[in-house]
């Protein structure tokens, strides 16, 4: 059996700069840009950087809500006990609605995933009804009840509607819904960025726990490194569509070698180091280092040749020249 639930292959993905039937077509935003890694089973992977890195892009499309232009997403099933390789690319449409139901997203914003016109019932089986692993009205409700008491939430609430809800209990909503086929990755994309510090602390310790109860794989998407290497296993920093270090998470604010790694610790930390300016757009395929306009160690070489990736120590990469 492969020691990994999921591998993500030389993934890229562009978009058209403008949007509209008169838009060019010639000009694009390369969002993704040969992106690999894998995930262990009962593992987290955290995928950090800042707004418009592509994370959640990346995230999108191991769910499919994009089509990659380049690259592989292999999922490897170990549904009863089998060890089943799937190339998601390669997927029917009856197939892939059976693997988005093993590998579920979670949004960052539970006010607007989450529809106001549906109690909690319908709102947690608006999918699940049309599943081949239905069982029932009155089974599913024994399901969502329970679901409801895991997250830490009553049962009373299964015929409540959002509203009368605060943001951590609809994101234990939008958790309970992305558990209720029993899936084996949760995607959680920018899950506690919205909710108070303290309410963060609950919604980490609840999917900790609930990764240990499961047997569970997560794709942690943040912007805060503090958080992501107190949740992960394995961390990937990601700068304008590509990934430039990859680490172990437990000791990562130690062993972060690449200057925009230890530019996001700084940020965290409230310092600041000298390299200046903002993530811009990929506007053209990048030729060299994607961090080369910000970094003060830049040669020219880094702005000409992108680097390879060098290993540091055991699961410990980087992209950079200067190492």
């Excluded at 020691?3 to 700069?17: A, D, G, Q, R, Y």
């Excluded at 590998?103 to 914003?109: C, H, L, N, S, T």
């Excluded at 304008?240 to 990859?246: F, I, K, N």
């Amino acid at each position: 059996m492969s020691s990994n639930v999921l591998e993500v292959k030389n993934l890229s993905k562009k978009f058209t700069l403008d949007a509209g039937f008169f838009a060019r077509q010639d000009k694009f935003v390369y969002a993704v840009n040969d992106v690999s890694f894998s995930i262990e089973r009962n593992k987290t992977f955290g995928l950090v950087g800042e707004s418009g890195c592509g994370k959640t892009t990346t995230a999108k499309l191991i769910v499919k809500m994009y089509n990659s232009d380049f690259g592989d997403i292999v999922f490897n099933d170990f549904t009863d006990n089998k060890d089943q390789s799937i190339n998601v690319n390669n997927l029917s449409r009856s197939e892939l609605k059976n693997y988005r139901e093993k590998v579920k997203y979670i949004f960052q914003d539970p006010s607007r995933s989450l529809n106001p016109r549906l109690n909690v019932y319908e709102i947690l089986t608006s999918g699940y009804k049309y599943s081949k692993n239905w069982p029932g009205k009155k089974i599913a409700i024994e399901e969502c009840s329970s679901l409801l008491e895991e997250v830490g939430l009553n049962t009373k609430d299964l015929y409540r509607y959002p509203s009368a809800f605060s943001g951590g209990q609809r994101q234990r909503i939008s958790i309970a819904r992305g558990l209720l086929m029993k899936p084996q990755i949760l995607i959680c994309d920018e899950v506690v960025s919205a909710l108070d510090v303290s309410i963060q602390g609950q919604i980490l310790n609840l999917l900790s726990d609930i990764k240990q109860k499961r047997n569970l794989s997560y794709v942690f998407i943040a912007h805060d490194l503090r958080v992501s290497c107190y949740f992960c296993d394995d961390i990937g920093v990601m700068y304008r569509g590509a990934l430039v270090e990859q680490s172990p998470a437990k000791d990562f604010y130690k062993t972060a070698i690449h200057p925009y790694s230890k530019l996001l610790f700084a940020g965290a930390q409230g310092s600041s180091l000298q390299q200046t300016g903002e993530v811009k757009s990929a506007l053209e395929t990048i030729k060299g280092c994607p961090y080369a306009h910000r970094c003060p160690y830049a040669t020219e070489k880094c702005s000409n040749q992108m680097p390879d990736w060098k290993k540091v120590d055991d699961k410990h990469f980087v992209r950079c020249f200067n190492f």
